[in-house]
Nanobody, 125 residues
Framework: QVQLVESGGGLVQAGGSLTLSCAASGRTLSKYAVGWFRQAPGKEREFVAAINWSGDNVQYEDSVKGRFTISRDNAKNTVYLQMNSLKPEDTAVYYC??????????????????WGQGTQVTVSS
């Protein structure tokens, strides 16, 4: 079973940037699709971005397209979420999630059986 740990969250001003990392232990991440999700207070968890095992299939939620970039380094067992031009509405707890698959990614949270504990991202106006 893979364990996922997020890091890189913090407090940033609007327009700033952060890079989140999702590091895996227990299993190699190279055959896992990985998704990033976020949950703001009082709201449901929502899809942000996802990447397949090889990195050649990615998907983004519409509001982050052009601002966020998901990538992976299988040699480091890590998936990244580069977030630029951050907005106050990006404030949330960000979670990474994984699924063992060589297929295309899915944006539904219920598709992913493995989850990290989350990292807080706060964007001030």
């Amino acid at each position: 079973q893979v364990q996922l740990v997020e890091s890189g969250g913090g407090l940033v001003q609007a327009g700033g940037s952060l890079t989140l990392s999702c590091a895996a232990s227990g299993r190699t991440l190279s055959k896992y699709a990985v998704g990033w999700f976020r949950q703001a207070p009082g709201k449901e968890r929502e899809f942000v971005a996802a990447i397949n095992w090889s990195g050649d299939n990615v998907q983004y939620e519409d509001s982050v397209k052009g601002r966020f970039t998901i990538s992976r380094d299988n040699a480091k067992n890590t998936v990244y979420l580069q977030m630029n031009s951050l907005k106050p509405e990006d404030t949330a707890v960000y979670y990474c999630a994984g699924r063992l698959t060589l297929g295309v990614v899915i944006t539904s949270a219920s598709w992913y059986p493995y989850w990290g504990q989350g990292t807080q991202v706060t964007v001030s106006s």
